[in-house]
């Protein structure tokens, strides 16, 4: 009985000139929102291919150099396209795409694609994560906020239930019946945005699917839930248009603003002050005249037992510059955690407010799912410092080991600069995105569980 009420709503509702429409629409907004996005992906990708050889071949280009001033010269770290990017690109445009590497200093990502646009990209981008999070739930509200009203208004609920159907097997029913098309619509969807990847990991684009056919099946049943405690459409249609508006709008902004109140981030001049004020107290690689450079002057002096630099078996100046760099990379490391802590802490927050709406766990998942949040941002950072302590390491090392104290004229052979490894950076894999994830898993599964306990309360009440 069930599979009959469920082909018998299929037809209705393919037979319905308003599921044409709909239809019709949404498979061109997401085409369109697709292949948007897939041209945007590859050139951002061109891009930042051609950047990266550039940024190669210019700091290899030094040739003979000091090693000190190639690490001033400094060269780029860049944060590779995702492939699920083309599905849902997250905070991309927030969060910048390359960070520049030098010495004595940690700086942020570059080149965030926001600053570049007008006050329109407020209203947001046609992306296939759009439609998928606003666009086929309001779909789903369309199709499914009469499907027990109807009967009711046109006096057939009793005639159905006449044929031996229980209330049960007639929710289940008309659920199926409006969950199948939407299902299918996202299946391809997703069929479409894979052909358009092409190489990518199938854990992740399957999970990402799945996540999102979760997402709609709960929906479905609050729509089903509605329709069935309602008796007239248009109270139906009404209320789940209210449900709508706060689940994927109000509760989402409601929640960001009480997260930033709650765990504000230190602004730009108290973060870079209180870096500056810990580097005064600490060793500076330029200044051999400070307190803390003749304290490590005696103790290097005093471990090498010997009375003059000079006699040194390598340069101080270049071991007190490694060992500045090493300090000042503890001060950002110091700083840059607290900032990843408030993060989490933000984070935290969050996951508590997901039970409000499934929006929430849906957006946060599919962004961490497509390598596009800034957990992910966060890592790649923290990749790009330790590239850049290691390449200063390098260079300073070289510096010290084969010259002399004063020899600031010395060169090094252009070997030096490709013993500099190109900066590779490798997100982080299914278990370790799954495991940061749990609790948004945990809590879309209880939306999923919680929605289905209602429909079945609701049964018992048409």
Known sequence: MVFLVAAKEIKEIVRSGQFKWMLGIVVLLSMVATYISHVHWQEKNRQRIEAANQARELWLAQGSTNPHNAAHYGTFAFKPQFPLALIDPGVEKYTGVSIFLEAHSRNEADHVAAADQTGLS?????????????IVPLMIIALGHQSVTKEKEQGTLKIIKTQGISNRQLIAGKWLGNYLPVAMLTTCLFVVAALFIGEFDWKFLATLWLVYLAYFAIVNSITLVVSSLTNSSGISLVTLLAIWICSCLAVPKIASSYTNEKHPYPTRQEFEAAIAEDKKKGLDGHDPW????????RETLEAY?????????FNFDAFRMQKGEEHEAEIYFKHNERLKEVHKEQTTVYQKLAVLSPFLPTRFMSMSLAHTDYSTHWHFADEAEKHRIKMQEILNTNFAENSRLGEWGYKADASLLSEIPEFHFEAPDFNEVMSANSSNLSILTAWLLASFGLLIFASTRI
């Open 305 to 313: 037992q010997v009375n003059k630099l000079e006699d040194l078996p």
């Open 290 to 297: 400070s307190e803390a450079s003749k304290k490590l002057e």
């Open 122 to 134: 407020r209203f947001g981008d046609l992306t296939p994560d759009f439609i998928l999070l606003f």
